[in-house]
């Protein structure tokens, strides 16, 4: 039953930063920022991380670039 409790938060979750993300002046103050609003799943959002995990892995690599 709590497995079922976490999804529909999720759910909600979603929904709600979906219809935030969607609102005109929020939409306008990201874009402002170089920043596109994507609403989308948690599935989505999830593909979009490891994405930018291996593109930045690759141009780590490819650059040789390091934190010190």
Excluded at 23 to 31: F, G, M, N, Q, W
Aim: glycine share 4%.
């Amino acid at each position: 039953m709590a497995g079922k409790k976490i999804l529909i938060v999720d759910q909600k979750w979603n929904q709600e930063i979906a219809s935030i993300l969607s609102a005109p002046e929020v939409r306008e103050t990201l874009l402002k920022q170089s920043m596109v609003p994507a609403p989308g799943s948690p599935e989505d959002s999830s593909a979009q991380i490891r994405a930018d995990v291996e593109r930045w892995k690759k141009f780590i690599a490819e650059t040789g670039i390091t934190a010190d």
